[in-house]
């Protein structure tokens, strides 16, 4: 089975490619609503293929893995994008809606996700990607690295755009989120967009972003996130960097 999502991921890689060239072209040209509404459906497109449809009633989980991994992908590549044409604003509206789950994933009084559930995982994709005798930590985040080939948004551009998620989630009442790619990052490594926030002029756009434009209520704020989703006892959080330092916290708006 991870042979099959392997291939299948592979396929779906001139899909996710397609997206984020739409996405660079639109809002490199306009940050207009019409843009931002037509983004928010294709996303909330995206988290129905992750999800079986009604006429399936007996099936394996490992079957929908692909799809999970390319939305999880697809998304992180799309938060990077919309990082590469400064559309904050958008961001903001990302972060913020509501989106309608797939039919097969209401609940009663659930109705609605917010981006947590872009987040995937794949447990078969090990089989075919971790080394001989060991397991990885995240074996999307490993195909995702693996599958990192565009030059205007980079690896890195991706990791950065999951850093800003895990931000985002540390923020967000009863979010959660498990940065994987991030495993990928070596100690010490500085992302631009957090490293620019040093000076006000910056931080004032990560503040769009977050909705917080004080620099000690955010700092406050991410604390409390830290200790909600207990992030240093997360399985296998083995990282290789402090979730705080390459947010550049203590340095945020020191400079005016």
Not at 4 to 14: A, D, Q, S
Not at 92 to 98: A, D, H, K, W
Not at 221 to 248: D, T
Request: hydrophobic share 45%.
């Amino acid at each position: 089975m991870g042979a099959t999502v392997l291939e299948l991921c592979g396929k779906l890689k001139h899909v996710r490619n397609h997206i984020v060239d739409w996405v660079l072209l639109e809002s490199g040209a306009t940050s207009s609503d019409e843009f931002c509404q037509a983004l928010l459906e294709v996303l909330e497109r995206l988290m129905d293929l992750k999800a079986r449809t009604p006429e399936v009633t007996t099936w394996n989980d490992s079957w929908f893995e692909a799809h999970t991994v390319f939305v999880y992908e697809t998304f992180l590549y799309i938060i990077a994008a919309l990082l590469k044409t400064n559309s904050f604003a958008i961001l903001r509206e990302i972060f913020t809606s509501r989106y309608l789950l797939p039919e097969t994933q209401r609940r009663g009084d659930i109705q609605f996700g917010s981006f947590v559930a872009f987040w995937g995982r794949s447990e078969t994709l090990n089989a075919v990607l971790a080394p001989e005798g060991r397991r990885l930590f995240s074996p999307a985040a490993k195909l995702i690295e693996r599958q990192a080939d565009r030059g205007d948004v980079p690896f890195k551009a991706v990791m950065q755009a999951e850093l800003l998620v895990l931000l985002m989630a540390f923020l967000t009442p009863g979010a959660w989120w498990y940065p994987g790619t991030l495993h990928y990052a070596s100690y010490g490594r500085d992302f631009p967009f957090f490293l620019r926030a040093t000076t006000h002029r910056d931080f004032e756009k990560l503040a769009v972003i977050t909705g917080i434009d004080e620099v000690e209520k955010l700092r406050e704020a991410v604390i409390e996130g830290h200790k909600r989703l207990s992030e240093g006892q997360w399985p296998n959080s083995h990282f290789e960097i402090s979730f705080w330092s390459s947010m550049n916290m203590d340095k945020l708006d020191t400079i005016k």
